[in-house]
């Protein structure tokens, strides 16, 4: 198992020496061998999967298969219950599609505000026009959030969407009692582990849950691949995308579709972005993953130690957060913060991140993003916070 900086194993970084980067939370570099990968199919397997009976097609079917079998694995699931989509918004499009018929009027969803937008926005038009009601778990003073607070969760609660880590404030869910608390009311649930699954061992065989989504490019694949993963007794109904490889029979009469997650993958899937994302999970597989995730916190610790010296306002995350550290000083507005940084060489996001009811429940109009990896040294939170103190010194009054 390979140890110590992996940081040589990015072409990014050779690229561009001189480059921080620090918005790992929207999307991370890519190592060789995924690059290579996205390359080889295109030059040695490119063909359509399941339709074709050429051995073009054969092998490009069996590399497709094959990456739902390591993703599954590094995942604790069945790689029959393992979708590709186009990426984490489209798998929580289709995991609230197929459980819109639970809710009608005098009903609820509940969600949590630390949300991504991808995972409120589908549930605020199915709330809207069924007459429904969303409900929102409440954040505590740490950050954390509070599943027990009064008037959220109760016997109309028709469905639930909660992270399993915030890309706003690093906040990491404790998965097994969220999944037993809704599991234990029957209630459906669907989980957002595009943040939290790049930064920790999730092993869904020990979970309950309908769905789990998440994204590649967060995990060090390619981009426009998603992975949604039914649970175990999950149904698939209310199909989101219809179209040709999700069917068996098609007639002037209607059409049957096929049985279980299979009927959730319409058209031409992104054959060579589940190769390269193979190619990802073996990278992730062959490393040291509890050293590299435990250096990524201690360096999130020790940026979150300089800033708060420095007189930063954190978005708080609760205990143990994920390496992801949102900002702001009074003296500069983080947008002007983080494009005089980018100037300086630091790759950092500004705003409100995708996450506008977490911004406002966490107090925030706008922060400076500053997401970690597994290939961040030290090196480069020294040299982040020398660059703070610098426009400190010459903006700060």
């Not at 339709?51 to 079917?61: L, V």
């Not at 489209?90 to 937008?117: G, Y």
């Not at 995308?241 to 959730?264: I, P, W």
Request: glycine share 8%; with cysteine; charged share 20%.
């Amino acid at each position: 198992m390979k140890k110590g900086n992996v940081r040589t194993d990015f072409p990014f970084f050779e690229s561009n020496p001189s480059l921080v980067w620090l918005d790992s939370a929207a999307t991370t570099q890519k190592p060789k061998c995924v690059i290579d990968a996205l390359t080889e199919f295109y030059n040695k397997y490119n063909s359509n999967v399941f339709r074709g009976e050429y051995p073009a097609s054969d092998e490009a079917t069996r590399i497709y298969l094959e990456a739902k079998e390591k993703v599954a694995r590094f995942f604790g699931a069945s790689a029959e219950n393992v979708v590709f989509t186009y990426n984490a918004t489209d798998s929580l499009n289709i995991a609230a599609h197929a459980l819109k018929d639970r809710v009608s009027a005098k009903r609820n969803v509940v969600v949590s505000v630390l949300e991504h937008n991808s995972a409120i926005l589908p549930w605020m038009k199915i709330c809207a026009d069924a007459g429904a009601e969303m409900r929102y778990i409440p954040v505590k003073t740490d950050g954390s959030l509070d599943y027990d607070a009064d008037g959220v969760i109760d016997e109309n609660t028709c469905a639930a969407v909660v992270t399993a880590g915030s890309n706003f404030s690093g906040y990491r869910a404790p998965l097994g009692f969220v999944c037993d608390l809704f599991a234990k009311k029957n209630i459906p649930l669907i989980i957002d582990a595009s943040q939290a699954a790049p930064h920790e061992k999730i092993d869904v065989s020990r979970l309950k849950f309908d769905f789990m989504c998440l994204s590649a490019h967060k995990m060090y694949g390619p981009m426009g691949l998603g992975v949604l993963i039914l649970g175990k007794n999950t149904e698939v109904n209310n199909i989101y995308r219809l179209g040709g490889g999700m069917v068996n029979e098609v007639n002037k009469g209607g059409f049957a579709q096929k049985d279980g997650a299979a009927a959730l993958e319409a058209g031409t899937p992104n054959v060579a972005g589940a190769y390269a994302f193979g190619a990802a999970i073996d990278f992730l597989s062959s490393l040291d993953l509890d050293a590299l995730w435990d250096n990524e916190r201690r360096l999130a610790n020790i940026l979150r130690e300089e800033l708060a010296s420095l007189g930063a306002n954190f978005a708080e995350g609760g205990n143990d957060p994920l390496p992801v550290v949102s900002f702001a000083f009074p003296f500069m507005h983080p947008l002007d913060m983080a494009k005089v940084l980018g100037t300086l060489g630091f790759c950092v996001r500004d705003g409100k991140h995708c996450a506008h009811i977490a911004a406002d429940a966490l107090g925030f109009d706008s922060t400076v993003r500053a997401s970690l990896g597994i290939y961040n040294t030290e090196d480069d939170i020294s040299a982040f916070i020398e660059k703070i103190k610098y426009l400190k010194g010459k903006y700060g009054r």
